[in-house]
């Protein structure tokens, strides 16, 4: 059946606004910043593998980069620019697609790790 095609599971984050104050009277628009708590745990998805992550030397360290798709039961709570966690990779989701109706969603994923990603 199609639900056995996802065989992994990811955390989403939904993004929440925070003030930044980094005083001597300079005002800075709010952060988009993620929660310590998932707003949904444990979704059912399938990881599509790309080949597309590169290393690349940045100051201070190097980052891993790249991006990945990422399908989603049809209904699942998902919004650009939320966070989703999956093989302990941090991503940022792109435009959610509806897929063949009303049959699955797809969402490109894009992974920006810092040093951990790297080593």
């Known amino acids: 059946m199609f639900e056995d095609f996802f065989n992994h599971k990811c955390d989403i984050y939904h993004p929440v606004k925070s003030e930044t104050n980094i005083k001597y009277g300079i005002k800075v628009e709010p952060v988009e910043m993620r929660k310590d708590i998932p707003d949904l745990e444990n979704v059912p998805c399938h ?23 990422l399908a989603l039961p049809y209904g699942t709570d998902i919004r650009e620019n939320d966070f ?36």
């Open 47 to 69: 990881f599509y593998i790309n080949p597309s992550l590169s290393i690349k030397q940045k100051e201070p360290y190097a980052t891993v980069e790249g991006e990945c798709k």
């Open 84 to 119: 989703v966690k999956g093989y302990d990779h941090m991503f940022r989701a792109g435009i959610p697609k509806v897929v063949h109706g009303n049959h699955h969603i797809v969402v490109t994923m894009h992974s920006e790790d810092g040093i951990k990603g790297a080593v």
